[in-house]
């Protein structure tokens, strides 16, 4: 079972849906056990860096997200895959979860902001949950932050005006897409069919 957690800054019934629609077990989950018993972890997230991680702290599952990313496949998505980081710099410093090292900053561009639409998938290491992905692969994304990580973490990215991390990776079992794999069409079932397919 995928548990999506649900802490109030999700958005988790299009990504239950896409699970649904690929026949993978999931459920919506506030709890801790929920969490621990799950077999893979997804985070989604809309909305702002510091009051997502608000949320995330009044809910106690902090602690268990560190823990169980540190032994299952872990996913966050959008704003989820912004918070794994060590900090983020919307609207002020604020503390990640800190799964992988690095920050998320305002874009720096003079492109239109937020990156809205279809951007091509650029990979850069390979990752299991890129396999049978081709390289003129098109996904969606909407935002105005961007990672800024080791390249070694970065599985795959986008050009907007310079390279956007779009799918990174611990090199273990986190990941993190920047994009919405459940807005993604084929392309974005593809991807969470394969991380599906690592439980």
């Known amino acids: 079972m995928i ?11 299009s990504v239950k849906n896409a699970l649904d629609y690929l026949g993978l077990k999931s459920e919506l989950v506030s709890d801790k056990e929920s969490i621990k018993s799950a077999d893979a972890v997804i985070l989604p997230g809309v909305g702002a860096f510091p009051s997502a991680m608000n949320m995330l702290g009044k809910s106690g599952l902090v602690d268990t997200i560190k823990e169980e990313s540190a032994k299952k496949p872990f996913l966050g998505i959008c704003l989820g895959m912004q918070l794994i980081f060590s900090k983020g710099y919307e609207f002020e410093e604020c503390d990640g979860l800190g799964l992988i090292s690095g920050s998320v900053r305002k874009m720096e561009t003079d492109l239109i902001i937020p990156h809205m639409g279809w951007n091509k998938l650029e990979k850069l290491n390979d990752c299991p949950i890129l396999e049978n992905i081709g390289d003129d692969e098109y996904v969606y994304f909407v935002h105005s932050y961007k990672a800024y990580c080791d390249d070694r973490n970065i599985s795959a990215y986008c050009e907007y005006d310079g390279r956007v991390p779009a799918l990174v990776h611990d090199g ?3 990941y993190g897409a920047q994009f919405h794999p459940e807005k993604s069409g084929e392309t974005g079932l593809k991807i969470l069919k394969n991380f599906g397919g690592l439980i």
Do not use: C, E, S
């Not at 548990?3 to 019934?13: E, K, L, M, P, S």
């Open 172 to 174: 273990k079992f986190v």
């Open 3 to 13: 548990a999506i957690v649900d802490y109030g800054a999700g958005n988790i019934f």
